[in-house]
């Protein structure tokens, strides 16, 4: 089975899954009962705040945190190398050396895809599944090996801890030429550049829960979770950024260009705590 065809059988049990009910009364008890039915279940959409959401953020981690916010929407997204040339600290993926564009995944509106299943496919790939997917490629950190963002069969504790890292982000997003292109410059990534900024509920309450209501219109707070495997891998609890981008998608019409940001989480500042001059972390590379 090749990558596309496994692509398309999981933006399938995405749908299906999303239509599922705890107390299904379309099918039969036996249908209900039966060992695939489970296996749909673990798709589920799941609309509750995960513990990542809802315990309180330490004071340290979120002054770092504060850091990062404050240069995106002040100076816009960075490459790595710019972060790297001006010496800071920061939290960069797997790469072996910074780069000098900034990273993301395009995606149209629903109307361009030949049906809804080919919209969800190209969303899943843009999140979880394809090449330089965001979530996948923004729980990377240096030094660590790309199997540890798979999580096949892992322990619950793995699980929790890539996780948490996936609500340690935010989404920033800008138009796109509707080229599939992943790089973009710096000088097309500025602030006036964005549509829309989608952080997680805890990460935006934490940072200025008032920020939506103070003339920037574009900063939208991603309150639901769902349940979604990374490049294949067990489900884990992820931020609803899909329903964050449908409806940028259905306000702009136009094709978008998304990029993820990575925020620290409690290890990163023992390991290597933020620099006071650090701009921001690296960006999706």
């Known amino acids: 089975m090749n990558r596309n065809t496994k692509i398309m059988i999981c933006s399938n049990l995405l749908l299906m899954a999303d239509n599922i009910t705890d107390k299904p009364t379309s099918i039969s008890t036996e249908r209900s009962n039966h060992p695939r039915w489970d296996f749909l279940k673990r798709f589920k959409k799941i609309r509750e705040r995960s513990p990542q959401v809802i315990k309180e953020t330490p004071a340290e981690l979120k002054a770092a945190r504060a850091k990062i916010i404050d240069s995106v929407l002040s100076q816009g997204l960075l490459a790595s190398s710019t972060v790297n040339d001006q010496g800071g600290e920061f939290f960069g993926s797997i790469d072996n050396k910074p780069i000098p564009n900034v990273m993301g995944r395009t995606l149209k509106p629903k109307e361009d895809y030949r049906d809804q299943a080919d919209f969800e496919s190209a969303l899943a790939q843009a999140l979880y599944w394809g090449d330089n997917s965001c979530l996948p490629v923004v729980v990377e950190r240096a030094g660590e090996g790309s199997e540890e963002r798979h999580l096949f069969r892992s322990t619950q504790a793995e699980k929790d801890r890539i996780s948490e ?112 001059t650090t701009p921001q972390a690296s960006p999706l590379s």
């Not at 964005?194 to 920037?216: C, E, H, M, S, W």
């Not at 609890?237 to 899909?242: A, G, K, M, Q, T």
Request: without cysteine.
């Open 165 to 276: 890292r996936v609500f340690a982000s935010f989404l920033v997003i800008t138009n796109s030429e509707g080229e599939p292109r992943f790089d973009k410059s710096e000088d097309q990534t500025r602030p006036q550049d964005f549509i829309a900024i989608l952080f997680p509920d805890q990460v935006l309450r934490d940072y200025d829960p008032d920020l939506t209501k103070t003339g920037n219109q574009n900063v939208k707070s991603v309150t639901g979770t769902v349940s979604r495997g990374l490049e294949m891998g067990d489900p884990i609890p992820v931020p609803d950024y899909e329903s964050g981008i449908k409806k940028v998608l259905e306000e702009t019409k136009t094709p978008i260009w998304i990029h993820a940001v990575r925020l620290p989480v409690a290890h990163d500042l023992a390991q290597a705590p933020l620099k006071a």
